[in-house]
C-alpha cells in the first residue's frame, strides 16, 4: 500500500505551472536549436537593443499564444530590471529566456523520471499483490484441507463413525447383531454411546456421540430397531466415503496452490530484482554524469587558467620589447 501510494504521489505531482515555467517549456519545445540571436531581432522590432515593458508584454504574449497574465509578466520584467530604468536590454532578457528554456528542460527530465519511477514502483507493486493474494488463498485452502483429514474438525461424529468402520472392515449387521445383546432388536442412546465408543469413536466433548444419536432417532423414541440402526450406519459409511473423496479434491487443489504461490512469488522476485537494477543503473548514470560535469568545470578551470596565464605572459613580453 506504500509503495502505491508513493507511485501515485510520483504520477500526479504537480510540476510548475509559473510563467517562467510556461515560457521556458515553449523555448525547450518549439525554440529548441533556434539561435536566440535570431529570436532577439524578432523581439526587438525597432533595433535599439533595448526593449520597454509595453514591447515585452507584446512579446511574451506572442511567445505564448496569447495566454499569460499580464500582472505575472510585469512581475517578470521588473525582476529582470535591476536598475529599474524601465527598459530592458536585449542581453539580460537573452539570458533570462535561455535559463529559463534550461530550467524547463531539467524540469522535464525531472518529471520523465518520476513517471518512469512510479511506473517502475506499479509493476512491484502488482507482482507483490498477486503473490500476496495466492499465497493468503494458500492457506486459507491449507487450513480446510486440515479440517477435512480423518481426526480433522471439520468431520463430525458421524462421519468419523464411517470411517472407524470402513477402516476396520466392519459388517454392520454382524456388528448391530453383537450390539442387541438383549435380544430385543433394539439398541437405546446409551448402547449406541457404548458399542461406538467400543470401536474407537472418541466424543469431543458437548455429549458429540449421543447429539449424534439424536440426530438419527427420526421418531424420538430414544430408541433404534435394529434394520433401521444398520442403514444409519451405513449412511453414514457412504458420508465418510464423501468426506475422502472432499479430502482428495482439497489436497489437489492445494498442491496446485502451492505451485502457483511459488511461480507468484518467483515473479514478485524477478520483478523486484530487475527494479532494483533500474534504481542502481539510474544512480550510476547519475553519478558518472555528476563527475563528467565536475570533470569538464575543472577542465574548463584549468583551460582559463592557461589562457589567462598565456594572455600575462604576451602582455609581460610586449612590455619589454616596449621598454
Known amino acids: 500500500e506504500q ?9 500526479s505531482a504537480s510540476y510548475s505551472n509559473s510563467l517562467e515555467s510556461n515560457v521556458g517549456q515553449v523555448l525547450a519545445r518549439e525554440k529548441k536549436g533556434a539561435k536566440f540571436d535570431e529570436l ?47 527598459k530592458l536590454e536585449i542581453a539580460e532578457i537573452k539570458k533570462m529566456l535561455k535559463k529559463l528554456q534550461l530550467e524547463a528542460g531539467s524540469s522535464s527530465g525531472a518529471e520523465a523520471s518520476a513517471h518512469a519511477r512510479a511506473e517502475r514502483l506499479r ?17 486459507l485452502n491449507k487450513s480446510l484441507l486440515e479440517t477435512l483429514r480423518p481426526d480433522g474438525s471439520g468431520r463430525s461424529a458421524g462421519v468419523r463413525l464411517g470411517g472407524l468402520m470402513r477402516h476396520r472392515g466392519t459388517k454392520i449387521g454382524e456388528m448391530v447383531t453383537k450390539w442387541d445383546r438383549d435380544g430385543s432388536s433394539q ?17 469431543r466433548g458437548g455429549d458429540e456421540i449421543g447429539v449424534l444419536f439424536d440426530s ?7 430408541k433404534l430397531d435394529v434394520e433401521e440402526c444398520k442403514k444409519v450406519l451405513a449412511d453414514l459409511q457412504k458420508a465418510a466415503v464423501e468426506a475422502n473423496e472432499a479430502e482428495k479434491v482439497q489436497a489437489k487443489k492445494v498442491v496446485e496452490m502451492n505451485k502457483a504461490a511459488k511461480v507468484a512469488q518467483k515473479a514478485a522476485a524477478e520483478v523486484a530484482a ?24 575543472a577542465d574548463k578551470k584549468a583551460a582559463d587558467k592557461a ?17
Do not use: P
Open 274 to 297: 530487475e527494479v532494483d537494477k533500474e534504481e542502481e543503473d539510474l544512480r550510476a548514470a547519475a553519478e558518472a554524469a555528476m563527475t563528467a560535469a565536475t570533470q569538464k568545470a
Open 123 to 139: 509493476r512491484m507493486c502488482a507482482s507483490n499483490r498477486a503473490a500476496h493474494d495466492v499465497t493468503v488463498e494458500l492457506e
Open 216 to 222: 438419527v432417532d427420526k421418531d424420538k423414541s430414544g
Open 3 to 11: 509503495m502505491t501510494s508513493t507511485a501515485n504521489h510520483l504520477t
Open 187 to 203: 439398541i437405546d442412546k446409551a448402547e449406541f454411546v457404548m458399542r461406538t465408543k467400543e470401536i474407537g469413536l472418541v466424543d
Open 307 to 323: 589562457k589567462a596565464a598565456e594572455i600575462e605572459a604576451r602582455t609581460r613580453a610586449g612590455g619589454k620589447l616596449s621598454g
Open 40 to 86: 532577439m531581432k524578432e523581439w526587438d522590432s525597432n533595433g535599439d537593443g533595448t526593449m520597454s515593458l509595453a514591447e515585452f508584454r507584446l512579446s511574451i504574449k506572442q511567445l505564448l499564444d496569447g495566454k499569460g497574465d499580464v500582472k505575472d509578466i510585469d512581475r517578470l520584467f521588473t525582476s529582470i530590471d535591476s536598475d529599474k530604468s524601465g
